[in-house]
Every structure is written in C-alpha cells, then in structure tokens.
C-alpha cells in the first residue's frame, strides 16, 4: 500500500523515484536503496549536492566572504572544465522544464537534478571555492549560488524538498 510505502522510505524519497520513470515504463522500486542514506540514493545524491552548497555557503559567510554584487564579480576567472561544465549544465534549466512541461514528463527533471548534482560534485571535487584568490573565489561562490537556486528549484517544481544539512556518509554533520 502506498500509505505503507510513505511510512517506510518518507514522501521525499517515494515521490522523487517514483517521478524518475516514464509514465509508460516500468518502474523497479529498489526499498532498500531508496532507504539508504548513500550517494547511490539518487534522491540522497541531489539533495545532499544541496546540502553541501547551503554547507559552503556557511562556511564562507561565518568566514566573512559575503557574496558581492553580481555586476562586480569576474566570472572569466572560471576557466577549470568542471567550472565551465556546471555552469553549462545549470544553464540547460529552462529547457528542461519546458520540455518537460509539454511533454508531461516529470522524470526529465529527476534526470536533470542527478546530472547537475553530478556536475556540482565534480566541481566540488575539482575545484577550491574558498581561496586566497578574492576574485576566483567571488566567482565560485556565484556558481555555487545558481547550483543551490537551480537545484532546490527543480526539487521543489517535483515536491521534494531541498535541505540546507544532512548527514554525511560516514555520519558528519554538513
């Protein structure tokens, strides 16, 4: 029953898999992997790149590096692949949801939420944020910005929610 699906896996998790097929394929709903808190969760996956961008976001602000103007910022400073293919894949939004919207496919829009939690967690693996560099960092902190609005926006537009901490793999607090 679905009310005991619900009890078991919470509604974030039920909605987002069960949104991540075709209404005309089949969908296997693994219980057990959309209960595990691991980054092969893909509802896990994208909501915890939310995570650790609001986590960086912290970070920066408590470390006195408030975001600047937009108009100020130096975004050529973004050079690195991974920069330059989050920013790529953040741009692909609006398309998505237009594309989606008509052809009543919400399942583009999981997709799309993996592919640019992915895009972020390259970036983030690749790329400093922080850094001595005031310009560098004024640009990635941008970036990781538009990741966060991106994100929580494509969560929200499938009613799955956008937490600003979960827990980590290994149990840390982000």
């Not at 709903?29 to 969760?41: G, P």
């Not at 100020?72 to 991974?82: H, V, W, Y």
């Not at 929580?152 to 929610?161: C, K, W, Y």
Request: aromatic letters at 8%; glycine letters at 4%; one cysteine or more.
């Amino acid at each position: 029953m679905l009310d005991e699906l619900l009890d078991e896996v919470g509604p974030d998790a039920a909605r987002y898999t069960l949104l991540t097929r075709s209404h005309d394929s089949a969908l296997d709903f693994d219980i057990e992997l959309v209960k595990r808190q691991t980054m092969d969760n893909p509802v896990y996956y994208v909501q915890y790149a939310h995570a650790r961008v609001a986590s960086l976001l912290r970070v920066a602000s408590e470390q006195g590096r408030a975001l600047q103007p937009w108009s100020d910022t130096d975004f050529a400073t973004l050079q690195q692949t991974s920069e330059l293919d989050l920013v790529r894949k953040l741009g692909e939004l609006p398309e998505v949801v237009t594309t989606a919207a008509e052809a009543l496919a919400p399942h583009r829009l999981t997709r799309y939420a993996e592919e640019a939690a992915a895009a972020f967690h390259r970036f983030y693996t690749e790329c400093r944020v922080i850094t001595d560099d005031d310009r560098l960092t004024q640009a990635r902190l941008w970036l990781v910005t538009a990741t966060k609005f991106v994100i929580a926006g494509t969560l929200r537009l499938i009613g799955v929610s956008a937490p600003e901490s979960m827990e980590r793999i290994g149990g840390d607090a982000s």
